[in-house]
């Protein structure tokens, strides 16, 4: 590690902490050039795999864009944002958890269809509407038939 004062490579770490959460590793190092102490910070990085789009380009995950996605479909429902957030966490979590270095956009609509299966079965079937590309009533009328069937077998 670089002293950030002279840049001399040689720094002695002096104390080191975990962070409460235990997801931080806090280190006091000094200079063993110019004396001077300071402290860093090693942490996890952890990196999303790539969407794989239908045309076949590819482009990093956005966080940003899943949000909007399931907010689009709970527009003006009864959820809570901490519910939001653990659904996207739970998402991401699959996402990384798959070790795959890319990823099918339609592998992470059908986790957010799951997620939304739990959380709000209309937000469900307006997300289904447009990422199944409904053509008729009947498609419709299907994917109600699955949410009330749903309902029924788990006693909702």
């Given amino acids: 590690m670089k002293c950030p004062y002279c840049q001399h490579d040689d720094t002695q770490v002096l104390d080191t902490r975990a962070s409460d959460e235990g997801d931080t590793i806090r280190r006091r190092r000094r200079c063993n050039k110019c004396e001077k102490r300071f402290t860093t910070y ?11 789009k239908k045309n076949g380009s590819r482009s990093e995950y956005e966080p940003a864009k899943l949000r909007a996605s399931l907010m689009l479909a709970l527009r003006k429902r009864p959820v809570s944002a901490d519910a939001v957030d653990a659904a996207i966490h739970r998402i991401e979590e699959k ?3 798959s070790g795959e270095r890319e990823v099918l956009s339609g592998q992470i609509g059908e986790l957010v269809m799951r ?3 739990r959380l709000d079965k209309i937000a469900y079937i307006r997300f289904a509407s447009v990422y199944k590309s409904f053509e008729d009533l009947a498609e419709f009328q299907d994917a109600i038939a699955e949410v009330g069937h749903d309902r029924k077998s788990t006693g909702r």
């Fill in 42 to 52: 090693e942490r996890i990085e952890l990196a999303m795999p790539s969407v794989v």
């Fill in 95 to 97: 996402l990384l958890s």
């Fill in 115 to 117: 997620e939304l299966k």
